[in-house]
């Protein structure tokens, strides 16, 4: 390691404190909007929450990958994953 620093740290310009900037920066502070997981294959909106490769902890099932799969899907025997 060598003691030179090739990069420096400035300091940029604030963008002007105008009604426009403050606007933009509550829209980029706002969540985006919920919206509905609908299955891509049949459309359906009900889902089954699984999960895959809990572990057995103290007597407690823990941990695992959940997924959200298209009940109407997979009352048809298909597996559509949605999340
Ligand atoms: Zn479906």
Redesign the pocket.
């Known amino acids: 390691m060598t003691d030179k620093h090739p990069f420096h740290v400035i300091e940029g310009t604030k963008p002007p404190d105008t009604p426009k900037q403050r606007s933009l920066d509550k829209v980029k502070r706002t969540a985006k909007p919920a919206s509905m997981i609908q299955?891509?294959?049949?459309?359906?909106r009900e889902l089954i929450e699984t999960k895959t490769g809990v572990m057995l902890k103290n007597g407690k099932p823990t941990g695992g990958t959940k997924q959200l799969l298209?009940?109407?899907?997979?009352m048809?025997g298909?597996r559509?994953v949605?999340r």
């Open positions: 299955c891509h294959r049949c459309g359906g298209c009940a109407c899907c997979f048809k298909e559509v949605l």
